[in-house]
């Protein structure tokens, strides 16, 4: 028997820079494939090119290339206009801009219908009723006439895979499918992709994160650089890695066992054994408290909707409480209320004892420099056309810094705590990755020599990898300069990584509190369990523990 | 107050209905306040320079009337009144609908407009029409798509860099005098309107043709196109179904500048092809300092803006849905 997708020495070039370079797999009917690596591996070019679509300007270049049999190198965009959509579908990651925003779901949905099959209208409404009915998404005939932005995420990332599916295709794609999701929800939409596995011929998963893919591929390659380092059965990979890039990737996910060490392989030669992160000081005397917080905004309708309720916190010097919770539990505006950037309804925010409110503006101004806060995405905290120089050395000017050869210095010594150098000053935040922009924030946050900062999902939109290195770099500076970290991620993984403490929120309320051990050994809660049970794990499905996360 | 009761009761379960009722409510309270501003401005600029208008009024070519003619005019017109009544005087009749007479015509100013705009509304949106279909067709097929982008692109600078008088004058040249295919001048018949159209059109479409291209690249690189490609459709229907519409939003937003352009465009463009219309009004009306005319033709201008730009505000509510459920 065939195989569905054969793939050889496969390259695909831009402008002379070449992006994949010399990939070759297959994939089977029934099978499920991961391709993983981070952002500029080659991964979604190379998924992207096996439906025709590697991108402007691309040159495509393999010595076989088949679906199904079928050679389709020679493929005119005519004769792959018949495959794609019918035979191969394709699911991108975050539904939000992957739908198109101004068109009602089940329009979307309908689309391939309309295109591959002799359908008349009503048919196609009743066969995306079925679709949603089958992706899982209640109340389909209401769903159907909704905009993407009217649903959930899920919701959302359910209807793009119903477009995807809709015609039967033998080949699925998925892009990154649940990048953008809550772990909980991300969990559901896997299972839904694993589901289809079997009706759908083949799936071709791709991630940056090994924990996520683990749990539904049979094998899995790893990519770096345009080429496949390691292909193997996943329970082979994630067991036994053999190349140096995939033992970096999987040490990079924060597990049970990692807490304390460190999660990058920047400074340390592979196979050692773990280094552990420089313990910060026992924490200090609180310095910043919020007692019985509560704030409600209007809704659309007029009516208030309450976004956090009854919130009693304490931060002490040098360490990291984490505020855990889904998209909407509250945390942003607790964050926000702690940084006096919104006024609570009720309760007390003090700074060092002294309440927000008991202070004059001149005086909130001066406190407000003690707390900083990190983004979770710094591209869009930062001036497009400011250098780094001009990022930090503003906040230089906001702490006290004159402009000159001091101000000069401070801010390369500032680009040397976050690991970069003074020749990135020049650099403007598009010619940053990821990464890199992380870092300048933080360095930004640092100008001011803080005793508090707000990491609102810090490294959410970062790969595994790359979130490895900021994670350890955040707790090395707080080793440095003892300061206080409110940890903010809806990722539980992360949080129990990095936190001291941690606090689960939702729907504005804290459920559970305590030292991140025992909330994450011990839970009390149902939600606390649940979300326990969405961290993506290391393991594949024969080898699934039933315990969660820290039990051992 | 049992239609809006019913109104009410009818709008009660519909949250976006209230929404876009509001919306248009809150549109149509400041379109008043634009109409007043517009007329109120008027009316100080011209009485600061119009001269003596009961002069103008009677003035023939070389006459020279004798004070006590000049005084019963004055006193007709109302103008030996002081100037808040006149103004006063101007806005009552304004919220009646009374545009007031023309000095020069001797008719009623409304009379005078609806008379003549028939032919500029027709001139007005056949320009409208061909630009917006010039723009869409040049920016949908050009765009990305390398050499036809630049060629596109050039042509379009030039034509939005060259004053409207120029580009009649060339129409002219070439399909009137050298070609004789089209008539020189006139208002008679759907042919008399082709050049006069373009003229008026192709500076207009142009410049929205470079904008709508810009925005359909933009739009093009989202990964919703990807994703509509992904499904096997054609890159053009592509643009067109997917990738046109949130460019529209930005033609949309840019109506104003079209009203303007036609508008003043009409001006020249009529008087160049010599035309009847509010355009050719405009101009007399101007020049022979027929006071009561330019309010008028003023206020009306201002009245069209308003209209346009609710009827814009209304158009972005259906292109975009989530302007209202926000």
């Not at chain 1, 015609?167 to 992709?193: F, K, S, Y």
């Not at chain 1, 000017?397 to 680009?415: F, I, K, M, Q, S």
């Not at chain 2, 003043?264 to 405009?282: D, K, N, P, S, Y």
């Amino acid at each position: 028997m065939t195989s569905l997708l054969e793939v050889t020495g496969l390259k695909v070039s831009f402008h002379g820079t070449t992006v994949v370079d010399g990939v070759s797999f297959t994939l089977q009917r029934g099978e499920c494939l991961a391709l993983v690596g981070e952002s500029g591996s080659g991964k979604s070019v190379t998924t992207r090119t096996l439906v025709g679509l590697p991108g402007y300007g691309a040159r495509v270049h393999a010595e076989r290339l088949r679906f199904d049999g079928t050679d389709v190198t020679g493929f005119t965009d005519r004769t792959w206009r018949r495959v794609r959509g019918a035979r191969i579908g394709f699911v991108l990651q975050d539904a939000m801009a992957s739908l198109d925003p101004l068109r009602p779901v089940g329009r979307e949905i309908a689309e391939p219908l309309a295109l591959h099959t002799s359908m008349n209208r009503a048919a196609r409404a009743a066969r995306v009723h079925e679709l949603l009915h089958s992706v899982g998404v209640p109340e389909p005939e209401v769903r159907a006439a909704q905009y993407p932005h009217q649903l959930s995420g899920g919701l959302r990332q359910r209807a793009l895979i119903a477009s995807a599916i809709a015609c039967g295709p033998e080949l699925l794609l998925a892009d990154e499918p649940t990048t953008a999701l809550d772990a909980t929800v991300a969990l559901q939409v896997l299972d839904l992709l694993g589901s289809l596995k079997g009706n759908s011929g083949g799936l071709l998963i791709v991630s940056h994160d090994l924990a996520v893919v683990a749990r539904l591929a049979d094998r899995v390659a790893v990519m770096k650089n345009g080429r496949i380092v390691e292909l193997g059965d996943t329970e082979a990979v994630l067991q036994d890695p053999q190349h140096p890039y995939t033992k970096a990737l999987l040490a990079a996910v924060p597990s049970e066992h990692a807490k304390g060490t460190r999660l990058s392989a920047v400074e340390r030669p592979a196979a050692s054994a773990p280094v552990s992160v420089p313990v910060p000081a026992p924490a200090g005397t609180p310095v910043l408290t919020a007692v019985e917080l509560r704030k409600s905004f209007p809704g659309p309708d007029g009516v208030a909707r309450i976004a956090v309720e009854d919130v009693s916190l304490t931060l002490r010097a040098g360490e990291t409480l984490g505020i855990v919770g889904e998209s909407g539990s509250g945390k942003s505006t607790t964050a926000r209320l702690l940084l006096g950037l919104e006024t609570p309804d009720a309760g007390e925010v003090r700074v060092d004892g002294t309440p927000w409110t008991a202070l004059t503006p001149e005086q909130q101004r001066a406190h407000r420099r003690r707390l900083q806060i990190v983004y979770q995405d710094p591209l869009s905290s930062f001036d497009p056309r400011y250098t780094v120089d001009r990022v930090i050395g503003e906040a230089l000017g906001v702490a006290g810094y004159p402009r000159g050869t001091r101000r000069r210095d401070r801010t390369v010594e500032l680009l040397e705590m976050v690991a970069l150098d003074a020749g990135y000053l020049r650099r403007r935040p598009l010619e940053l990755s990821g990464g890199q922009r992380q870092r300048v924030a933080v360095a930004r946050a640092l100008a001011a020599e803080p005793e508090v900062i707000v990491c609102d999902e810090p490294v959410s939109a970062l790969d595994v990898s790359v979130q490895a290195q900021i994670l350890d770099l955040l707790a090395d500076l707080q080793a440095r300069l003892r300061v206080a970290y409110l940890f903010i991620s809806h990722d539980l993984g992360v949080v129990y990584h990095a936190s001291d403490r941690v606090l689960v929120m939702r729907q504005g309320r804290v459920l559970e509190s305590g030292d991140v051990r025992s909330v994450f050994t011990d839970p009390q809660h149902d939600y606390t369990r649940e979300l326990l049970a969405a961290i993506p794990r290391l393991t594949t499905r024969s080898a699934q523990p039933p315990t969660p996360l820290g039990v051992s | 107050m049992t239609t809006r009761g019913a109104t009410a009761t009818l709008l009660a379960g519909h949250p976006t209905l209230v929404a876009i009722a509001k919306r248009i409510g809150v549109r149509l309270l400041a379109g008043v306040g634009v109409l007043w501003g517009a007329a109120t401005l008027s009316f100080i600029a011209l009485h600061v320079t119009a001269g003596d208008a009961a002069l103008s009024t009677v003035a023939g070519q070389g006459a020279n009337p004798t004070k006590e003619v000049l005084d019963q005019v004055r006193r007709d017109l109302g103008l030996d009144q002081p100037l808040y009544h006149q103004y006063l005087d101007y806005l009552g009749r304004l919220l009646h609908g009374d545009l007031g007479r023309s000095y020069q015509q001797r008719i009623a100013v409304s009379q005078a407009i609806s008379e003549q705009l028939g032919q500029t509304v027709q001139l007005a949106v056949a320009a409208a029409a061909v630009a917006v279909l010039l723009a869409i067709a040049a920016a949908v097929l050009t765009a990305r798509r390398r050499p036809w982008r630049s060629i596109a692109s050039g042509v379009e600078l030039t034509l939005s860099a060259t004053p409207t008088f120029v580009i009649g004058i060339v129409l002219l040249i070439v399909f009137s005098f050298t070609l004789k295919v089209l008539p020189v001048s006139g208002n008679d018949g759907p042919r008399a309107l082709i050049l006069p159209t373009l003229t008026l059109a192709l500076p207009i479409g142009a410049v929205l043709a470079q904008v709508l291209r810009g925005e359909l690249e933009e739009v093009l690189e989202q990964p919703f196109i990807l994703t509509a490609r992904s499904r096997g459709m054609r890159d053009t229907v592509v643009r067109v179904r997917h990738a046109l519409r949130h460019a529209l939003v930005q033609i949309v937003t840019m109506s104003g500048f079209v009203v303007g352009g036609l508008l003043g465009g009409a001006v020249i463009t009529e008087t160049l092809f010599v035309r009847q219309g509010v355009g050719q009004l405009m101009l007399s009306a101007v020049t022979t300092k027929d006071i009561p005319m330019v309010l008028g033709l003023v206020v009306f201008a201002a009245f069209v803006y308003v209209v346009v730009n609710l009827l814009v505000d209304i158009a972005y509510t259906v292109i975009d849905p989530r302007l209202v459920t926000r």
